[in-house]
């Protein structure tokens, strides 16, 4: 990857760090949708949408609508949006724990990957193209799955920019071991499919759960018990897997 490439995305992520840290002093608790979204609020394309993928293709449940990794008898799900900066701090925060939870057998993470911040990309759907190389990883090669999702947020760009290309969320797929995405990302194989997940989860009810319906990312369900603390806590965060599971 070129230097100056590299010099800039760290740029973009000091750059968005610091805004985090002012959502964060300012007490946002993540990224809500716009109130009337809904079906189709996700992506501005007026091209004609791939067809909606059905069945298990590696680590992709398509008809549940999530991509899951790990076997472990707690499951906890994260709805996440790739543009929302409030599921970068929850990553970083939380990440390795949930990877070595899953590591070590102890949870199964299923991922949500949703698209209604599409609005903050300038026109190029961002959330639906990173929710969609991730959902190209999981089918590939899923055991790179977790190890793809946390390099997206170690890249996250910042909101109202037009997110990384195609082709830089290809070259982050082969970082971590996994073949490029860039094709199937450009291809538009999975964009129908992260925008069924986002419209059920923002119309709800969530299956396995007392929540009506998603309102905000990230959302993280354990054993369909929603978390409510702070999502910069992470001991918080542990102590409600525990209890919960």
Not at 79 to 108: E, H, S
Not at 187 to 196: E, K, L, R
Not at 207 to 226: H, M, R
Request: hydrophobic share 40%; charged share 15%; proline share 6%.
């Amino acid at each position: 990857m070129a230097r100056s490439t590299l010099t800039s995305r760290r740029f973009s992520t000091l750059v968005t760090a610091m805004a985090i840290t002012a959502f964060v002093t300012l007490g946002v608790a993540g990224c809500a949708p716009e109130p009337s979204a809904g079906g189709g609020s996700g992506g501005s394309s007026t091209a004609t949408p791939p067809p909606i993928p059905t069945g298990v293709e590696g680590a992709a449940f398509f008809d549940e609508g999530y991509l899951k990794v790990g076997t472990g008898a707690t499951v906890v799900d994260l709805y996440f949006d790739p543009m929302c900066p409030i599921c970068g701090v929850f990553d970083k925060t939380n990440g390795a724990f949930l990877t070595d939870q899953v590591d070590t057998g102890a949870i199964t993470l299923r991922l949500h990957p949703m698209n209604f911040l599409n609005r903050f990309s300038q026109g190029t759907d961002y959330s639906s193209r990173a929710g969609s190389a991730l959902t190209c990883v999981a089918a590939q090669d899923e055991s790179k799955t977790l190890a793809y999702f946390t390099a997206l947020f170690a890249e996250q760009p910042k909101e109202n920019s037009e997110g990384l290309t195609n082709e830089q969320l290809g070259e982050i797929a082969v970082s971590v071991g996994a073949m490029s995405v860039a094709d199937c990302v450009a291809n538009g194989t999975y964009t129908s499919w992260i925008q069924s997940v986002n419209d059920a989860a923002l119309a709800g009810p969530i299956p396995g759960s007392d929540v009506k319906a998603i309102e905000g990312t990230p959302t993280t369900l354990v054993n369909g018990k929603p978390f409510t603390g702070s999502l910069t806590d992470a001991a918080a965060f542990e102590k409600f897997v525990a209890d919960n599971s």
